[in-house]
């Protein structure tokens, strides 16, 4: 067969799938989405995994997935920037990570803004909260595709902290936010800036004194072997945000829709996995040795009193319409 027999060859192919009502991906060479986060383990994961095996369903394998965790692709920063570049499809971090990219992620860490686990599953799911995220950092190369409660955060620490005061000039690990650096300031503490991957060994050799995160990150990475307090932040809850390439999901062409249907059903099987990751995580952090600590009713409101103000002054205006918005939107699921 000639080069000429060969192209017609191939219009006929192509002739027969319009004929029998596929699109033309039916028959396109397949591609792939590298799917990251930096966490192992934890509901990040799990959404990743779970959106993995719905997008190849949807796509009749025409979308293979490629589930990267533990920082394989890099630290956060740089699978951020992966995904804006187009070199990576999606990301998954805590929203302080995103921070930097656009401020208005700030929102999201406000403590206040979800109540629990529940009220903030509803407030997330709300079809006005997913187009207002949807807005945030348009036009840097990244569109959000999806927005999790993750859990509520804790602060682990050597020396442990069982009221307020013991915080004071320890040197306390956050997510890339400077929302979590001003709340940690305003209780005296020493926040420092740092990619999860980062995090152990810093821990280990003594560079850090503690560790902000969400609950079920110090069991998965048994940071009980380093210390053994763990205290729950009052009202303060973990957001993680799917950042994906708007490059590769123009390239997807017709099966954009599906991708993001996909986005959806994931979001509807993960969201019951939400309580049973953070039991989980108390189960294996107690087993290790370590230990839950609740401030006390009088610490847990200084601590609210003290941390909201401070956050809200970090703000962008922007970023304040995002809050009062979410707070507005929250109100409906308050009982």
Same mark, same amino acid.
């Given at each position: 067969m000639n080069r000429r027999q060969h192209l017609l060859h191939l219009a006929s192919l192509a002739g027969s799938v319009t004929a029998l009502g596929l699109p033309s991906w039916a028959w396109a060479q397949s591609m792939t989405m590298? #799917?990251?986060a930096t966490t192992s383990e934890d509901l990040g994961i799990d959404w990743l995994? $779970?959106?993995? !095996? %719905?997008? *190849?369903?949807?796509?009749? &394998?025409? +979308?293979?997935?490629?589930?990267?965790?533990?920082?394989?692709l890099g630290t956060a920063q740089r699978t951020i920037e992966g995904v804006s570049m187009g070199t990576i499809e999606m990301a998954m971090n805590a929203s302080g990570m995103y921070e930097g #990219?656009?401020?208005?992620? &700030?929102?999201? !860490?406000?403590?206040?803004?979800f109540d629990n686990i529940d009220h903030g599953l509803k407030l997330l799911a709300d079809p006005d909260t997913r187009k207002r995220m949807a807005s945030i950092a348009t036009g840097k190369g990244v569109e959000v595709l999806?927005?999790?409660?993750?859990?509520?955060?804790?602060? =682990?620490?050597?020396?442990? +902290? /069982?009221?307020?005061?013991?915080?004071?000039?320890?040197?306390?690990?956050v997510p890339g936010s400077s929302i979590l650096i001003a709340q940690l300031k305003q209780l005296g503490a020493n926040p420092v800036s740092m990619s999860l991957g980062e995090v152990l060994p $810093?821990?280990? %050799?003594?560079?850090l004194d503690g560790v902000y995160s969400g609950t079920p990150i110090p069991s998965a990475l048994k940071y009980f072997d380093v210390a053994k307090a763990q205290t729950l932040l009052p009202s303060t809850y973990i957001a993680i945000v799917g950042l994906v390439s708007p490059t590769f999901f123009k390239t997807a062409g017709a099966l954009d829709p599906?991708?993001?249907?996909? !986005?959806?059903?994931?979001?509807? *099987? +993960? $969201?019951? /996995? =939400?309580?049973?990751? =953070?039991? *989980? !995580?108390? $189960?294996?952090? *107690?087993?290790?040795? &370590?230990?839950?600590i609740e401030l006390s009713a009088a610490d847990a409101k200084a601590y609210l009193d003290a941390v909201i103000p401070a956050a809200q002054k970090e703000l962008t205006p922007a970023a304040r319409q995002d809050y009062d918005a979410l707070r507005a939107i929250g109100a409906k699921y308050r009982s």
């Open positions: 590298k #799917l990251t995994t $779970a959106y993995k !095996a %719905n997008i *190849e369903a949807a796509t009749q &394998g025409k +979308v293979k997935g490629q589930v990267y965790p533990a920082s394989q #990219l656009d401020p208005r992620f &700030g929102a999201l !860490a406000v403590p206040g803004v999806t927005t999790l409660i993750h859990s509520q955060c804790s602060i =682990v620490s050597r020396k442990p +902290v /069982r009221k307020l005061s013991d915080l004071k000039g320890q040197k306390i690990r $810093a821990f280990q %050799n003594g560079t599906a991708l993001r249907q996909a !986005a959806r059903k994931t979001d509807d *099987e +993960v $969201a019951p /996995r =939400v309580h049973a990751r =953070v039991q *989980e !995580a108390r $189960a294996i952090w *107690e087993k290790g040795g &370590g230990e839950m």
